[in-house]
Structure formats: C-alpha cells, structure tokens
C-alpha cells in the first residue's frame, strides 16, 4: 500500500498532482497553497522578480535523492541539483546527504525560473560569464 495526498486538480488538462511527502514537509513548504497565493499580500520575492544568473543566499531546507530544496526568501524554494554542488567533483559516487546537510547557508545562482510551473532551479557553481573579479579563498 502507498499514501498519497491530492495536492491538485487540473479538470481543464485532466490531471492530478499526487504527493508521497509527511504532512508536516507539506505545511512546511506550503505544497498545498503555492498555486492560490495572492501576489499582492506576499511579501516573499515573487517570480517575475527573479532573473537568471541572480545571485542569492538561502538555506537547506530538504534534501533529497537528487539534491536540496533551499529556502531563498521566494514563493517557492529553489531546487539545488546535487551534481551543481561545488563539493560534486571532489568527493567521487557522493550522495547528496554527503555533501548537503539541512540547515546548511549557501550560495547560489538562478539558472532557470520556470513560472508556469513555479519552480526556481539553482546551482552553487558560479557561472562564468559573470562580471567582476573572481576570488577563491584558500585555507592554509
């Protein structure tokens, strides 16, 4: 037997979002209320005000199989891939729970906003093609 939880119901696409997750991770992340949220009294960052290659700090809420849910001030938590760690490359066939701890600060940038689905995706991983100098700190 599995318990699911309907978290919502698309008549108009004929579909239905399902949930395996505890009730109290359900409240926490506010699942149930995410698509009936009133824009103008939220006082988190909304979605159209996030670009791509924005820089933020959040903290590890989550982790999971694949990565970590991390809390950015938004309407939604970003999702943290665990191979966009920058820990990924030095600790070879590392899970997740190695690398990401909840409770953990981290640096990210925005590498997608999809506001259809309201999802944010992030990587710890300083692009690039960023401006300004770019310093590594190195422990002795």
Do not use: C
Request: glycine residues 6%.
């Amino acid at each position: 037997d599995v318990d699911v939880r309907v978290v919502r119901v698309s008549k108009d696409l004929k579909k239905l979002q399902l949930t395996m997750l505890p009730e109290e991770v359900l409240e926490e992340e506010n699942v149930f209320n995410k698509f009936d949220i009133d824009e103008d009294e939220d006082d988190r960052i909304q979605l159209d005000e996030i670009e791509i290659d924005d820089e933020l700090w959040g903290e590890i809420r989550r982790v999971t199989d694949y990565g970590a849910y991390v809390e950015l001030g938004a309407v939604v938590r970003g999702f943290l891939h665990f191979m966009d760690h920058p820990l990924f490359g030095d600790l070879n066939g590392a899970k997740p729970h190695e690398i990401m701890a909840v409770g953990d600060r981290v640096r990210v940038w925005v590498t997608d906003v999809d506001t259809t689905q309201k999802r944010i995706k992030l990587t710890a991983n300083r692009p690039p093609g960023l401006p300004g100098p770019r310093r590594e700190i190195q422990w002795v």
